[in-house]
């Protein structure tokens, strides 16, 4: 099989598991769905990354091949180790899909305009925070730049702890949130049909603990957490991280900001898509907003 990246890859780097821990707790979880017998035989460190990269002569055993069928169920495993152009949409493996692709009908791949650059949508932050928890998103990243209202998912969702370690492995932190004391916090509590000060007082917690946080390090290092206010009617949440991958929440009228959908942008190489356009939105806020002591 040719080198470069595989399906697999792919899939498991849209799911945020190419790390091997992470696929290893993964592939036990559809192990003992599958069948008990077959928990605890991942593949070695040095396999899987072979996997990842299609360097492979045949495919693997083949309980190794049922378990990652499991995992990716509509796919078989030959296709997992075909090379991958990430330029593509990733494969649908929605149920109906999943039932055409295994019978051997044709499955229409989408075009990937269709798509743009979204590699994942969710109907609700909750489901999203279901499927890639922060920890996912925010363990191994370098740089975490955020923009929205009280921005919980980093100072709420994100235990303290992993943020220092994240902090302490050399991580920056930009975070931007809807000034506490100003009009437009208290419009989004009125347009939500929140007491006044909701809103605010969880804001001014979320901006504290960071504060805190920030504290602690060595004063060397306490540039690497800057806090900013803005005071402009909320739009979207917006985090990027390492500069690659972006999530974007709407804010909804008359919607909970936890009930509103979720988008996961990926950069193209190429820059197209939609991911500049929110990069830009969140700079823009940035370089105007208020910086807070």
């Known amino acids: 099989?040719?080198?470069?990246?595989?399906?697999?890859?792919?899939?498991?780097?849209?799911?945020?598991?190419?790390?091997?821990?992470?696929?290893?707790?993964?592939?036990?979880?559809?192990?003992?769905?599958?069948?008990?017998?077959?928990?605890?035989?991942?593949?070695?460190?040095?396999?899987?990354?072979?996997w990842l990269g299609g360097d492979l002569a045949k495919l693997p055993h083949p309980d190794h091949c049922r378990v990652l069928e499991a995992m990716f169920p509509?796919?078989?495993?030959?296709?997992?180790?075909?090379?991958?152009?990430?330029?593509?949409?990733?494969?649908?493996?929605?149920?109906?899909?999943?039932?055409a692709r295994l019978a051997g009908h044709a499955v229409e791949t989408p075009k990937r305009a269709g798509y743009s650059d979204l590699t994942a949508a969710f109907a609700t932050r909750a489901e999203f925070a279901e499927h890639m928890p922060p920890h996912t998103l925010f363990d191994q990243a370098s740089s975490i730049q955020a923009a929205g209202l009280s921005l919980n998912m980093i100072c709420q969702q994100y235990s303290d702890q992993r943020l220092r370690t994240t902090l302490a492995a050399g991580a920056t932190v930009h975070a931007l949130f809807?000034?506490?004391?100003?009009?437009?916090?208290?419009?989004?509590?009125?347009?939500?049909?929140?007491?006044?000060?909701?809103?605010?007082?969880?804001?001014?917690?979320?901006?504290?603990?960071?504060?805190?946080?920030r504290d602690e390090l060595p004063v060397e290092d306490q540039d690497r957490?800057?806090?900013?206010?803005?005071?402009?009617?909320?739009?979207?949440?917006?985090?990027?991280?390492?500069?690659?991958?972006?999530?974007?929440?709407?804010?909804?009228?008359?919607?909970?900001?936890?009930?509103?959908?979720?988008?996961?942008?990926?950069?193209?190489?190429?820059?197209?898509?939609?991911?500049?356009?929110f990069e830009r939105v969140l700079t823009t806020l940035w370089d105007s907003g208020k910086a807070c002591a």
Not at 36 to 48: D, H, I, Q
Not at 227 to 246: C, K, M, S
């Open 74 to 99: 509509g796919c078989r495993a030959a296709e997992l180790f075909e090379k991958w152009d990430e330029r593509r949409p990733l494969p649908d493996l929605g149920p109906a899909t999943q039932a």
């Open 225 to 277: 957490i800057e806090l900013r206010t803005y005071d402009e009617p909320v739009r979207f949440n917006i985090t990027i991280v390492d500069g690659r991958q972006a999530v974007v929440q709407p804010y909804m009228p008359a919607v909970r900001g936890v009930d509103s959908p979720t988008f996961v942008l990926r950069r193209r190489p190429d820059g197209s898509g939609m991911f500049g356009s």
């Open 1 to 50: 099989m040719a080198d470069g990246q595989t399906m697999l890859k792919a899939l498991l780097t849209s799911r945020h598991m190419q790390e091997h821990k992470a696929f290893c707790r993964a592939y036990d979880k559809a192990a003992k769905q599958l069948d008990a017998s077959l928990v605890g035989r991942t593949p070695s460190k040095a396999t899987f990354y072979r």
């Open 178 to 213: 809807l000034d506490p004391d100003g009009e437009a916090i208290k419009a989004r509590e009125a347009e939500e049909g929140l007491t006044l000060g909701a809103l605010s007082g969880l804001t001014r917690l979320n901006i504290d603990m960071l504060r805190r946080i």
